[in-house]
């Protein structure tokens, strides 16, 4: 089993990109932080066989729903912030128009995109991390995506073509 | 895993940085603080440079339980941590401060003997016995391995005193360099001869 190490050295950073695809810039860093941390904790008795990438943006995935569900809940102000970057939403910038599309899709199609088009996993893969079958996770990654080269792809190439 | 299985969809997120290294320093950071807050940072490590070349420090929650000369390869010294103690091994150099500064200060002629708590869990029997030993020689003084036999009770096991040095988890700290040949060349050494020869000319010169 590799020193656990050697795991953040070689997938913190996809699992960071897929956190922020998921949850936006706010909550990307605190998602990260508790995947890393509970996947520590389990590290030891992980599955020498498994797939180590897919077990991390699973663990992100749970984080993710947590983080979303204690949003809705959350009726009255923490009284403690955390310390954040700020959420400038730059057009032209991830925080900016991308995260502004990517909010807009439904969560299951968020998910099923980031989990796909950006990190890489399989139809099958992802529907191992979302739930579901495998049919209706290339569905819901076809639409997502479908909508964002709609919604976001014009927006980007428009700034080119409008100069 | 496949990359994109269409052309183009990756080029929707370009701007959404592939590595961010100010970020994936900052929650390292975050990480090692909130393992150590749980308990769950079995083995933290660090490096540091010496003029025996750069060293690796490895730590349990015991204390020191690892030094690792470069020519012994620091990965492979990690990767058995990870299977012998506890894969759970981060960098965390904060952990090793203590270690690090007393370390600094015997290199620097500053310091004659080590006062850190040491996890000896990687040696057992006989060569735990050896190591045991080896503190009582004192800074600046060698011994012979026979002697080193006759003193842990075992007075032909000079060939075993020769392997528990050789094995060593602990060198600098635990110091095998002070095991000599009967004729007072400096025989094999963990960190090599060069090693070796600096750190009696070191103690030597004090």
Redo the contacts between chains.
Sequence with gaps: ??????V?AEH??TV??VC??VLGPVDA?DA??ET??AA??A??DLDPDA?V?AWLVTIAHRKAIDVRRAEARRAVPVDEVPDR?ASRGDP???NG??WSALKALPAKQRHTVAY???????HQ?VAGIVGGSEAAARRAAADG?AT??RT??STTTDQGESR | ??????PK??D??A??????EE??Q???D??VA??EA?G?LD?A?RTIDTPVGTLLLAATDQGLVRVVYEREDHDKA??A???KV??????APGRLDGVAREIEEYFGGRRTAFDLPLDFRLARGFRLGVLAHLPEIAYGHTESYAQVAAATGHPNAVRAVGTACATNPLPVVVPCHRVVRSDGSFGGYVGGPDAKRTLLTLEAAA
């Design positions: 089993m590799k020193p656990f190490e050697q953040v913190g950073a960071l990109r922020r695809a860093e990260w932080s890393f941390l520590l904790k590290y030891p797939n990438e970057p032209g910038t991830w128009d991308l796909h088009y950006l990190a890489g996993f399989t893969e995506i964002l080269r976001y792809a | 895993m496949n990359a994109t299985s269409e969809a990756g929707l997120f701007t959404l940085p592939a590595v961010d970020a994936q900052r929650l390292h975050r990480l909130a393992a749980e769950v083995v490590y990690l990767q941590l990870a299977v506890s894969p759970r091994v981060l960098s």
